[in-house]
């Protein structure tokens, strides 16, 4: 079927396959970047930045999961990348044996740190290679609409 076809029968499916081919097309880039730059995947990144950003530097597991989208399975293998690293830290809860904190260890904030200044760069350079400053408020405006419960995040850390 045509792009053509395709908007005038539906111009949410079309929109739908662009979001989604770019997202995937802007995450490969970003990520490859990262990872080359600082051996930190675009997930790494976002956990830490959530656990920098958290009280005490620490969040329950089963939280973090939830705010990067994750299985429970899928935020282990996350946790425990980062842990072998030394960027992460388990704790466990003195009120509760069940619950598990992840912990941004000293050393997971000075890598933090140091991956932020790039990646915001990188990041800058991705989308003001395609949009324009206009156009980037617009965008960010519209896909806002599509995540009304989700935090308010940059990428910079203090």
Avoid at 7 to 31: D, F, H, M, T, Y
Wanted: proline fraction near 1%; charge should be negative; hydrophobic fraction near 45%.
């Amino acid at each position: 079927m045509s792009s053509q076809v395709l908007r005038e029968q539906a111009p949410a499916v079309e929109a739908w396959i662009k979001l989604i081919r770019g997202q995937s097309a802007a995450v490969k880039a970003v990520n490859a970047q990262l990872v080359a730059d600082h051996g930190l995947t675009v997930n790494d990144f976002e956990c830490m930045l959530l656990l920098a950003r958290a009280e005490e530097r620490q969040m329950r597991r089963v939280d973090l999961a939830e705010q990067l989208i994750l299985t429970a399975s899928g935020i282990t293998r996350l946790l425990d990348g980062l842990e072998q690293e030394g960027w992460v830290d388990r704790a466990a809860c003195a009120s509760d044996r069940r619950v598990t904190y992840a912990v941004l260890t000293d050393d997971g904030l000075v890598k933090l740190r140091e991956a932020s200044k790039s990646h915001v760069a990188d990041l800058r350079a991705f989308f003001e290679a395609r949009y324009t400053n206009e156009e980037l408020e617009q965008l960010a405006e519209l896909l806002g609409r599509l995540t009304t419960d989700a935090p308010e995040l940059d990428c910079s850390v203090d």
